[in-house]
T-cell receptor
Framework: SQQGEEDPQALSIQEGENATMNCSYKTSINNLQWYRQNSGRGLVHLILIRSNEREKHSGRLRVTLDTSKKSSSLLITASRAADTASYFCATGIQGAQKLVFGQGTRLTINP | SAVISQKPSRDICQRGTSLTIQCQVDSQVTMMFWYRQQPGQSLTLIATANQGSEATYESGFVIDKFPISRPNLTFSTLTVSNMSPEDSSIYLC???????????FGQGTRLTVV
């Protein structure tokens, strides 16, 4: 079964607003990564946060990780129409050199 | 960052036939990963391919259905055999970055089986 659960499954906001997506997982991890996918194409790596980190920033992205709650959040600030995409979290599982993906959040930014 | 070229980008195939998908990387990588993404779904790992050894398949995926080749450190193929409409998906290859954490994906192959 999939490791990650993401919510919301779909999110629609106005351009300029902030978007927050959440990811929960079940087992111990080495790291958690967020990816973006446009229109069913390849995945673009956005940001990686290691299990010993709590927060990380990259441009308009802010990721938090709470290993006690086995959860992470991705915040996109000042959203743009170009941010419209599906966003996936993926966990690097301890003891396994592979990623397990969450179900994804479909984000729509309305102009 | 690694640049991954995946071919074909899309194909429409008849049921019962096979399709081989190619994945070329612009640098040498130890491990390559093949994923399937069914319509509207997330990514599921099919198998991990190391150069010079048999691929390691995840639960629910078998070599007879998804044979994989890994002839060198920059190239791999995935074959989808004896296709049925249920195999209609996007297939993606992925490689490790230098730190050993998987991060880079090809653009995917959108397969439709009719």
């Amino acid at each position: 079964s999939q490791q990650g659960e993401e919510d919301p499954q779909a999110l629609s906001i106005q351009e300029g607003e902030n978007a927050t997506m959440n990811c929960s997982y079940k087992t111990s991890i080495n790291n958690l990564q967020w990816y973006r996918q446009n229109s069913g194409r390849g995945l673009v790596h956005l940001i990686l946060i290691r299990s010993n980190e709590r927060e990380k920033h990259s441009g308009r992205l802010r990721v938090t990780l709470d290993t006690s709650k086995k959860s992470s959040s991705l915040l996109i600030t000042a959203s743009r129409a170009a941010d419209t995409a599906s966003y996936f979290c993926a966990t690097g599982i301890q003891g396994a050199q592979k990623l397990v993906f969450g179900q994804g959040t479909r984000l729509t930014i309305n102009p | 960052s690694a640049v991954i070229s995946q071919k074909p980008s899309r194909d429409i195939c008849q049921r019962g036939t096979s399709l081989t998908i190619q994945c070329q990387v612009d640098s040498q990588v130890t491990m390559m990963f093949w994923y399937r993404q069914q319509p509207g779904q997330s990514l599921t790992l099919i198998a991990t391919a190391n150069q010079g050894s048999e691929a390691t398949y995840e639960s629910g995926f078998v070599i007879d259905k998804f044979p994989i080749s890994r002839p060198n450190l920059t190239f791999s193929t995935l074959t989808v055999s004896n296709m049925s409409p249920e195999d209609s998906s996007i297939y993606l290859c992925s490689v490790e970055e230098q730190g050993g954490i998987q991060a880079f994906f090809g653009q995917g192959t959108r397969l439709t089986v009719v």
